[in-house]
């Protein structure tokens, strides 16, 4: 589904980061970096989670109750405001026992702290809900159909990075101790613990182009 990272990359643009930067009180190329790093992580999981017929079911029912993308008529609006509780619970519900571990992959990426890092995710999990959101109402896709929604945009991104599938399952099939993510994380930015990595780099193209 490459619309829902065509929209994406229209909605995270130079003035939407700059605001998301403020919010969470770090460098802009910083935000970007941690961005690049975090939403290939969030869609991950977001798919793993629709792989099964319950996360599926529960999925749905989060988009028709809570995300029905109107958070993407005003993104740097919504980035100009604190996350609520409910933006951090839709952390937890996408990442379980693993948040932990992503925090800290994302943070070395970017070099954002923990508490800037949570900030961030619970900034972006809404934004990629109701991104989903709003492609189910166009597709009128079902349960069923949101793992096609979601594999579309992976399926997009692995073109572009063929070891980001790997990358991803060794992280999102884990057993939730986070204890396996920096090692993977480090293999994906080359040991440097830059954003310039291929992790790094994935969305630089969406996101406009070269830092």
């Excluded at 930067?21 to 961005?35: D, E, K, L, S, Y």
């Excluded at 579309?152 to 939730?176: E, I, T, V, W, Y």
């Amino acid at each position: 589904m490459d619309d829902i990272l065509g929209l994406l990359g229209q909605k995270l643009d130079a003035r939407t980061i700059q605001t998301l930067a403020g919010q969470i009180g770090a460098a802009p190329q910083q935000t970007r970096a941690a961005v690049e790093t975090a939403v290939p992580l969030l869609l991950g999981a977001l798919q793993r989670n629709a792989a099964a017929p319950q996360g599926a079911a529960s999925l749905l029912g989060a988009l028709d109750r809570d995300h029905d993308g109107s958070v993407l008529d005003n993104v740097a609006g919504f980035f100009g405001q604190a996350p609520t509780g409910a933006d951090l619970r839709s952390v937890e519900h996408i990442f379980g026992a693993r948040r932990g571990g992503v925090e800290s992959a994302v943070a070395r990426a970017s070099g954002l702290d923990s508490g800037q890092v949570m900030q961030l995710l619970a900034q972006l999990a809404p934004l990629l809900l109701g991104l989903l959101g709003r492609a189910r109402k166009t597709t009128g896709a079902d349960a069923g159909g949101l793992g096609d929604l979601l594999g579309g945009a992976m399926g997009r991104m692995q073109q572009s990075n063929p070891g980001l599938g790997g990358l991803l399952g060794g992280l999102l099939d884990a057993d939730g101790d986070g204890s396996s993510v920096d090692d993977l994380l480090g293999q994906a930015l080359g040991g440097g613990g830059s954003a310039g990595g291929s992790l790094g780099g994935l969305l630089g193209g969406l996101l406009g182009g070269k830092r």
